[in-house]
């Protein structure tokens, strides 16, 4: 999968970018694979960091990077041919400070991309934020880093907003709060152009237990209620939280 993301990126219609592949501390070859792709391309540089997980290898991508825009990526996301192309002209076109797209969840059969829809609003980022956290099961903006472009002084002015790399669930919302809260104008992208693979065996997501999942929906409600959102985003993570409370009393855990 991750010759596939990597193949991904490399396809774009934008060209002028650079790909850092951090291996953290894998020991199924994904090292020696990330080392050989460098060796195939320029614009690919590659690092290895002791096992410490998804947040520690962003947060190093990031020290490591030299560009302008920053995109994260995971080993099992694949990106359309014109992402990085779309999204780039959207900050330019529209003075966004992020850009967005939508993506969809592949269940075990790679899918070709829809073709782009064109349509593209600019929200504030509370608007944003609830198009975020409002998807159905397979599609939507999510929170993910994957289908966004962000400023990179965005990212790192006046300090970094780095991945927590004490929280091995959530650490995406909360990440993608912190660079919201620094934005001014979000430019959403209706277009599908992010995929990823949910039945991976070691997804996070996937194995996650309903209680970490539960302390999750917790944490969005409580920091949508403090920072004063109202109507469906509160009612959408409330039904969230209700129904992983009766999963966690069905399972009598």
């Known amino acids: 999968m991750l010759e596939r993301c990597v ?18 501390g894998s020991t199924d070859g994904s090292q020696q694979l990330c ?7 320029k614009r690919i540089r590659a690092a290895h960091i002791r096992h410490a997980g998804a ?48 993506f969809s969840i592949e269940e075990g059969i ?3 991309f829809e073709p782009a829809s064109g349509e593209v609003n600019v929200l504030t980022p509370q608007e944003a934020f609830e198009k975020m956290l409002i998807n159905d099961n397979l599609c939507g903006y999510g929170v993910s880093p994957g289908t966004k472009l962000v400023r990179r002084s965005i990212l790192t002015d006046p300090y970094p907003i780095l991945f927590p790399e004490d929280v091995q669930f959530g650490e995406d919302t909360m990440w993608v709060t ?32 309903i209680s970490t999942r539960l302390r999750h929906a917790k944490w969005k409600l409580n920091y949508l209620r ?28």
């Open 55 to 102: 947040s520690a290898a962003r947060n190093a991508g990031l020290v490591l990077s030299k560009g302008s825009y920053i995109c994260f990526l995971d080993s099992d996301d694949y990106i359309a041919q014109e992402m990085l192309e779309r999204l780039y002209s959207h900050i330019q076109n529209l003075n966004a400070d992020l850009a967005s797209c939508r």
């Open 226 to 253: 403090e920072h004063g959102y109202t109507g469906n985003v509160i009612d959408h993570i409330k039904a969230e939280e209700e129904f992983l409370i009766n999963q966690l009393l069905i399972s009598g855990i």
């Open 110 to 112: 790679e899918q070709l």
């Open 178 to 209: 912190e660079v919201l809260s620094r934005a001014s104008r979000v430019a959403m992208d209706k277009s599908v152009m992010m995929r990823y693979t949910y039945n991976c065996s070691n997804s996070i997501c996937r194995n996650a237990s």
């Open 35 to 41: 080392f050989k792709l460098a060796l195939q391309d």
């Open 7 to 24: 193949n991904s990126v490399l396809a774009q219609s934008y060209t002028d970018f650079e790909i850092i592949l951090v291996d953290d």
